[in-house]
């Protein structure tokens, strides 16, 4: 299996900007489809954003648009997230994912997922 490990959350004004990592254990991450969701207190995990297998298509949820820009380097097999403009409501567990599906489609969705890591904390205050 592929072991994921996000790092690079912590506590930031509102305003301001982080940026988040995930390693992937798996020689070849070129083969999977990578996505970043998030699950704030009581509520439950929502799509932030997906990446294709080379990095050529990416998506995002309509409430990050425009803010926070997924990318890829398959050659250090990571992922990142940068977050731009944080706001209060982006505080969440923010989760890494995997998917080696031959579907893209299937990234927007948690249940098209495979592999998931531990999740690293935003916090953003006002």
């Known amino acids: 299996q592929v072991q994921l490990a996000e790092s690079g959350g912590g506590l930031v004004q509102a305003g301001g900007s982080l940026k988040l990592s995930c390693a992937a254990s798996?020689?070849?991450?070129?083969?999977?489809?990578m996505g970043w969701f998030r699950q704030a207190l009581g509520k439950e995990r929502e799509f932030v954003a997906a990446?294709?297998?080379?990095?050529?298509?990416?998506d995002y949820a309509a409430s990050v648009k425009g803010r926070f820009t997924i990318s890829r380097d398959n050659a250090k097999n990571t992922v990142y997230l940068q977050m731009n403009s944080l706001k209060p409501e982006d505080t969440a567990v923010y989760y890494c994912?995997?998917?080696?599906?031959?579907?893209?489609?299937?990234?927007?969705?948690?249940?098209?997922?495979?592999?998931w890591g531990q999740g690293t904390q935003v916090t953003v205050s006002s």
């Open positions: 798996e020689r070849t991450f070129n083969n999977y489809f």
């Open positions: 990446i294709s297998w080379g990095g050529a298509r990416t």
């Open positions: 994912a995997a998917g080696r599906g031959p579907h893209y489609t299937a990234s927007f969705t948690d249940r098209g997922y495979d592999y």
